[in-house]
């Protein structure tokens, strides 16, 4: 068996927001940058497996002595353990402030794959946990691509839009935003088996099959996010600022 530098662990959003209230980080962190991995793609995304074609390109071919990234966003909504957050990832350069990398897995570039659903829901929660973990605003949340000249993550993704989805989150304390009862994390695991629509079993869905599938679509194309884990949060009533930030995500989806 080959021996691996890194060993994967992947967790839900839940259980990784209660791993890292626990991880005693010294170092000082004053970015969240964005990436896409672009190749594989969220077709070729085969759980394990891909996550460990990344890992052998990164140290065998790119000879890093760790993977890049601090943690994956994977299509399923999985979040994978990287680079330890109290090292610094050798995608820093020296003269940059020191931050937490997030790769989403897939190609994001325009006419290629779309981040939406549960993959959505995981990288915007996990950005909006990072920045109450670091005491960071959403000014402090850059693309790749603010930094180098490079299309990364992705040219179809729009910033705007996806803090947007971030500061759907409320701005608490991670404690205060746990719902769900605390968990195991899954350990190393084939996970290309998990049926994405496991994750939206949302308990306050209508009965409605019409306004169903229009509520499971606007979710899909992340023009609505859930309240948690198991609740789109159906009943609750709509405010004028939510109606606009609706509206300009659907508009901006059709000039897409």
Known sequence: MEKTTHSWQ???????ARWLMRQPVTRPVQQIQIHHSWKPTIKAYEG???????????????????VGAHLYVSPDGLIWNGCPLNLASEEDSQSEPPAVHLELIGDFNKGKDELSGPQLYAAAGAIRFLLSKFRLNVDQVLFHSEKENVACPGSGIDKAWFIAQVMRWPNRPI???????????AAIQVTNETN???????IDLPNNEQAKKALLKLYKKGVIQPEGPSRLGTAKPVTREELALALQLIYNQLKR
Do not use: D, G, H
């Not at 404690?175 to 994390?185: A, D, G, N, S, V």
């Open 48 to 66: 394990i497996n891909t996550m460990e074609a990344i890992r052998r390109f990164q140290t065998k071919v790119k000879k890093m002595k760790n």
């Open 196 to 202: 994405p629509e496991q994750v939206m079993a949302f």
């Open 10 to 16: 992947s967790f839900t959003l839940e259980q990784w």
């Open 175 to 185: 404690r205060q935003m746990i719902r769900m009862p605390e968990t195991k994390p």
